[in-house]
């Protein structure tokens, strides 16, 4: 399944022309702990390179479920990883699939969504995780400057104690960094 033809398809449901490197995944992934994690939630798995990376570090018993608002992608995703519990829906809805997570990993297109759209997910995310926590996602470089891209990072603030950023990673077309954020306990 290609991320090209979907992003064709359907640009605004497919924020991406091409998939994320495994540089990016790595970054994302890295110190949220998914090694000591339970359940693991993904926000836009696309074709699935952020699902990878998070399957390698998932511990024995933990679970991974995934949401995906793309019907053909969803179907790949579940059929290229049956480990993984795979939900085709919006993450607006995610509280009605998942009750908790130790960790929410997103690959959305957040600089693409409206305010209202951002808040509601951003809501769903708190409202799934435990207390301490994690959330990670990205964000392109060249759109960090974009109304959309800085209110996401000030909404990110406003809900929890601690957001970080990643440095850049320039292996990844267009060039991304990862938000970070954890839970207050």
């Known amino acids: 399944m290609s991320i090209t033809r979907e992003f064709l398809r359907a640009p605004a449901h497919t924020?991406?022309?091409a998939a994320s490197s495994r540089r990016l995944a790595s970054a994302v992934v890295a110190g949220i702990g998914v090694e000591r994690a339970a359940h693991v939630v993904e926000l836009g798995p696309?074709?699935?390179?952020?699902?990878?990376?998070?399957?390698?570090?998932?511990?024995?018993?933990?679970?991974?479920?995934?949401?995906?608002?793309?019907?053909?992608?969803?179907?790949?995703?579940?059929?290229?990883?049956?480990?993984?519990?795979?939900?085709?829906?919006?993450?607006?809805?995610?509280?009605?699939?998942?009750?908790?997570?130790?960790?929410?990993?997103?690959?959305?297109?957040?600089?693409?969504?409206?305010?209202?759209?951002?808040?509601?997910?951003?809501?769903?995310?708190g409202e799934v995780l435990v207390p301490g926590g994690r959330f990670a996602t990205f964000a392109y470089l060249h759109a960090a400057w974009l109304p959309a891209a800085r209110r996401f990072e000030a909404a990110l603030a406003r809900r929890f104690g601690f957001v970080g950023r990643s440095r850049v990673v320039w292996g990844n077309l267009p060039p991304a960094f990862v938000h970070r954020a954890a839970v207050t306990p």
């Open 15 to 17: 924020g991406a022309i």
């Open 46 to 125: 696309g074709t699935g390179v952020f699902t990878e990376a998070l399957l390698t570090r998932l511990g024995p018993g933990a679970r991974l479920t995934a949401v995906e608002v793309n019907p053909r992608l969803a179907e790949a995703l579940a059929q290229r990883h049956e480990r993984v519990e795979v939900i085709t829906g919006s993450a607006e809805h995610l509280a009605r699939h998942v009750r908790t997570a130790d960790v929410v990993v997103s690959g959305l297109p957040w600089a693409l969504f409206p305010r209202a759209r951002q808040e509601r997910v951003l809501d769903q995310v």
